[in-house]
């Protein structure tokens, strides 16, 4: 392995230096555009067209080859998006712990837990768009039973909370909605009596704290603002536009036709705290397929590489006219907008947009990403805005999805951003 290492990093080296001794002198002044790549390179051999991506693509198959081989990984799948395609596809292990041959394909559905908050923010920002609601409206408008107490005490209540508060984490809620958090069997009655006897943690635009009751608020609204169940309304608003075709609301109401990875968990007995690995043998977890009921927009949804790939590249398409294609569903200054920071954290080095988790990477480029937890399931997508790079990495094992994307991003965004220097440096038209 070592020797393997040396050979691949001398290798990167000798591929840096011919690439960069190319560079004009008047690297740096000239700006190009997302069409002069697509002229030098074919997208859809973009793996194998440029060494040094060929390089990061292999040394990424051996390491995600290493987290299954080491870890208790089941099935991994993964993906990376440049600007509107999906480039390149790796799967590893299967559906089922002991059916190799139900193999991993960027069409095998897993659920996504927290990734769920996106197709929720995407569809309050659709029904914003089409003039049924302001994101400053407090929600009260639409649900007149909603309430929660004030954390400032006595009979006090706060009933002003605004979908923008709801879509940033900065409406000061608890984390979690009245009920299991696997199976939240709710009707929208029992779950204001409910809410109405909670306590606010902290006053309204206060500071972002993690809400997946915030989330399940905010569907729920929404669909009432609708007049629809919640999964009919993603569906008619996000899903069926984008054309997603394994993903869902509801894992038991899918369609037949989608592939599902059986969801694993690790005994405690076995599970390292330290870092989240299991130490001896997983188990099937068939209750991890049950209905989140009123708390699905928070975490219940499921989808696939290729679906996800979708949405990355929605976020990519932020200058483009809503309805210029069907799958535009929204307009570029709207995609723009869910991205702004609405909070920092205290040292600049994190904070939240409209939903997106938002990080500064040590060279000082920010990500735009989300993940998602959920018994059986782990996700991630992160997303390199300048590059328009888009990484997204599904699991049926917690925390596996995570380890994935980090190293996925680790070694693409380098590779690619030493590709675009060079592309804008040997550009001529300014």
């Not at 409406?171 to 009920?179: I, Q, S, T």
């Not at 599970?271 to 049950?290: E, M, R």
């Amino acid at each position: 392995m070592a020797g393997r290492t040396v050979f691949r990093v001398a290798a990167l080296f000798t591929v840096l230096y011919s690439v960069l001794a190319t560079f004009p002198s008047n690297y740096g002044t000239c700006p190009y555009s997302y069409e002069m790549v697509q002229e030098k390179f074919n997208f859809s051999t973009l793996t194998t067209s440029i060494p040094i991506l060929q390089m990061a693509f292999n040394d990424i198959e051996v390491a995600l080859q290493n987290i299954a081989a080491t870890q208790g990984t089941v099935g991994l799948s993964v993906g990376v998006v440049f600007d509107q395609q999906l480039v390149w596809t790796f799967g590893v292990g299967s559906r089922h712990i002991n059916k190799t041959n139900e193999t991993i394909t960027p069409d095998t559905a897993f659920r996504i837990g927290s990734i769920s908050k996106v197709f929720a923010m995407l569809s309050m920002m659709v029904t914003r768009d089409r003039g049924m609601i302001s994101l400053d409206d407090s929600i009260q408008k639409y649900i007149p039973e909603f309430k929660i107490k004030s954390i400032k005490g006595g009979n006090q209540y706060e009933t002003h909370i605004t979908f923008r508060q709801l879509a940033t984490h900065l409406a000061g809620l608890p984390r979690e909605a009245p009920c299991d958090r696997l199976a939240c069997a709710l009707n929208d009655n029992d779950a204001w009596a409910r809410i109405a006897q909670f306590t606010q943690i902290l006053p309204t635009d206060t500071l972002s704290v993690y809400s997946n009751l915030g989330f399940a608020i905010l569907g729920n609204v929404l669909a009432s603002v609708h007049k629809q169940e919640y999964e009919e309304m993603v569906n008619q608003l996000v899903i069926q536009p984008l054309g997603l075709t394994n993903t869902g609301v509801n894992m038991s109401n899918a369609p037949s036709s989608v592939s599902f990875a059986y969801p694993y968990e690790c005994p405690e007995a076995y599970l390292d705290p330290s870092n989240a690995i299991c130490t001896g043998p997983i188990q099937p977890c068939p209750s991890c397929f049950v209905d989140l009921g009123w708390s699905n927009p928070a975490g219940g949804m499921y989808s696939s590489v290729r679906d996800l790939s979708k949405v990355m590249s929605l976020i990519f398409r932020d200058h483009a006219d809503v309805n210029k294609t069907q799958d535009q569903i929204l307009s570029g200054a709207s995609i723009r907008e869910t991205l702004l920071p609405r909070f920092m954290q205290s040292d600049g080095e994190g904070g939240f947009g409209m939903t997106w988790e938002m990080y500064k990477e040590r060279e000082g480029r920010w990500l735009v990403t989300k993940r998602g937890d959920v018994p059986g399931y782990a996700s991630e997508i992160i997303m390199a805005k300048d590059l328009k790079l888009g990484i997204v990495a599904l699991s049926n094992v917690v925390e596996h999805a995570q380890r994935a994307a980090q190293v996925m991003s680790s070694t693409l965004i380098p590779a690619m951003e030493t590709v675009q220097k060079y592309l804008r440096a040997t550009t001529t038209t300014t």
